[in-house]
């Protein structure tokens, strides 16, 4: 990528990864940030621009809104605004996609796989456009068994949601698009709150196995102190991993291997390259917040399979309102998948991003999941 000057193309900027992203890009003082967004989020956007000036001051100035949506075939609302950027942009992260595991089989394809195509679209029209950095996840994978290199993707795995299928759709497009125009491909794992702060938007992934917890632990404290809180079973086991990543050090790689020459053509696996397994993962919880451990690891790969049978998993989702947990994260307490991290290790050579281990701020994630989400 070239030093100096960069105008940048940023959709998805005020999502969980995008407004982070937004930060680092500010960082470089010389770069332009062209936000992609849509007309309903205006004031969202506003206000995290507002927030941003506290340490960016010249972030109105550096950071420009622009209304567009997924579903709009030029991606941006105005074709004549779409035709100016066109001849300007010199990158797009693409980040925008609907990001939810629940999520139906229409909506997905709108936006995971029509959006990436709008977005695509978009960049063959670019004069000047050095790299699309599009953000795929390592779902792409289904319940591949065994290791998953970078260039990997038709391997007959399997899809157990609508979220994962359409996201693995998309970057088969996205790959095509690879033979004509310059694209780097990253893929994050489970994200997870910034190891620094613990700070996190929502609960999401390995949050809906700790937060029930969290809040039995508040409910017998607020009656004995004494009384323990038990985590029974560790689904997953010592066999399963758990690919959870913290946010911040997704950042970090989207940040410094986008600026990197060599990209193009390349997948990174945006995940933590030593992970613990489920079992591990459970036990440097259950000792950080006081929980009695696990008496044993539960797998569940039958449930998985139950779930693929017809009419079961409607039935589990019936549920879903009273356990306020969505039934396709079993799934991800059974894929056996081993991520190879290779490429994103290579491009990190030389930096000091490391992947920090999961032991180091499991205890701030809880303190903040305890102050927001219980
Ligand atoms: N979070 C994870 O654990 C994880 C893991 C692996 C990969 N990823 C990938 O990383 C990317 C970012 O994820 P995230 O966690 O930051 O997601 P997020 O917090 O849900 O943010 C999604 C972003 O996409 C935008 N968006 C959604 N629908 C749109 C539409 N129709 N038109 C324009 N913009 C739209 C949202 O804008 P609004 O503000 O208007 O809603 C928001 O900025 C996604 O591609 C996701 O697949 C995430």
Known sequence: MPKGKRTVLLTGGTGFIGRRLVKKLLLQKQTQIYLVVRRSSFSKVERMIESLMLTFPDAPERIHIVSGDLSKPTLLESTVEATELQKKVQEIFHLAAHYELGISREDAIKANVDGTLHMLNFARGCEKLNCVHYVSTLAVAGDYKGVWHEDMLLAGQQF??????????????????????????????????DSTTGEMDKIDGPYYLLVPFMKIQALTRSISPVIPTFFPLAPGGTYIKCHIVPVDYVVNCLDHISRKKGIEGKTFSLTDPNPVSMREFIDIFCDKAGWVRPIANVYTDPLVWALRLPGIKQLAQSLEPITNVPVEIVHYTAYATKYDTSNTLEFLKGSDITCPNIKTYAGKLLAYARRHFV
């Open 160 to 193: 157990d949601n609508h979220y994962a299928y359409t996201k693995f759709l998309a970057e088969v497009e996205v790959r095509e698009a690879a033979e004509e125009l310059p694209i780097a491909i990253y893929r994050p794992g489970v994200v997870v709150g």
